[in-house]
């Protein structure tokens, strides 16, 4: 059973287009981020959620827009994509709303290509 | 602002061998750090956290230290086997900043059989 499951797992799209990546765990964490993986293999954290509200919004362009329709689900919606957007994004959860004493749980990740 | 650095950026050995993975933080007031392994084209699995209250810890052939006063840490592997072949990261939150987790670069990891 897959913890943290994040789809599609390759998505590869047109620049301008709107895409969203779907993630979902089954840990019954209360926390759940999006992390972005770019070329220089540098992990970034974007968002996160705790129980459905926002927590951290980590000076992302508004094109991105988390959405958590509950505590087991956060979805990431890009509008308008750019070349720059191309990376891996990282869906991850946690137990408590601070990282700080809970092992964080990733899924596999989706390869984001805009061209 | 938090940067974190991984020394080396890629190490190969053979099997068998024990190694060290360091890493360090421009703000060494850590309160937390965790090492994470990520294999190709996956997520990243942790493996070792230490906590604020903790210096190291240890899983198996992994044994993971902190020292506080200067910001640094290692990931020791005993006996390293050709299965542990990865980039390892590590990733830290800083002492009275931000709850976020700030990330290395990573060390690409290649145990050859």
């Known amino acids: 059973d897959t913890a943290v499951s994040q789809t599609p797992k390759y998505l590869v799209t047109q620049m301008g287009n709107d895409k969203s990546i779907k993630c979902e765990q089954n840990l019954g964490h209360d926390t759940m981020y999006w992390y972005k993986q770019d070329s220089k293999k540098f992990l970034k954290i974007m968002f996160s959620?705790?129980?459905?509200?926002?927590?951290i919004n980590e000076t992302v362009p508004n094109r991105f827009s988390p959405k958590s329709p509950d505590k087991a689900h956060l979805n990431l919606h890009i509008n308008s994509l750019e070349l720059g957007d191309s990376a891996v994004y990282f869906c991850?959860?946690?137990?408590?709303?601070?990282?700080?004493?809970?092992?964080?749980?990733f899924g596999s990740g989706t390869q984001l290509s805009v061209l | 602002k938090q940067e974190v650095t991984q020394i080396p950026a890629a190490l190969s050995v053979p099997e068998g061998e024990n190694l060290v993975l360091n890493c360090s933080f421009t703000d060494s007031a850590i309160y937390n750090l965790q090492w994470f392994r990520q294999d190709p084209g996956k997520g990243l699995t942790s493996l070792l956290l230490?906590?604020?209250?903790?210096r190291e810890q240890t899983s198996g052939r992994l044994n993971a230290s902190l020292d506080k006063s200067s910001g640094r840490s290692t990931l020791y592997i005993a006996a390293s086997q050709p299965g542990d072949s990865a980039t390892y990261l590590c990733a830290g939150i800083t002492q009275g900043g931000s709850e976020k987790l700030v990330f290395g670069k990573g060390t690409k990891l290649t145990v050859n059989p």
């Open positions: 230490i906590q604020s209250s903790q």
């Open positions: 991850a959860s946690s137990q408590w709303d601070r990282v700080t004493n809970e092992k964080l749980f």
């Open positions: 959620y705790n129980n459905k509200e926002l927590i």
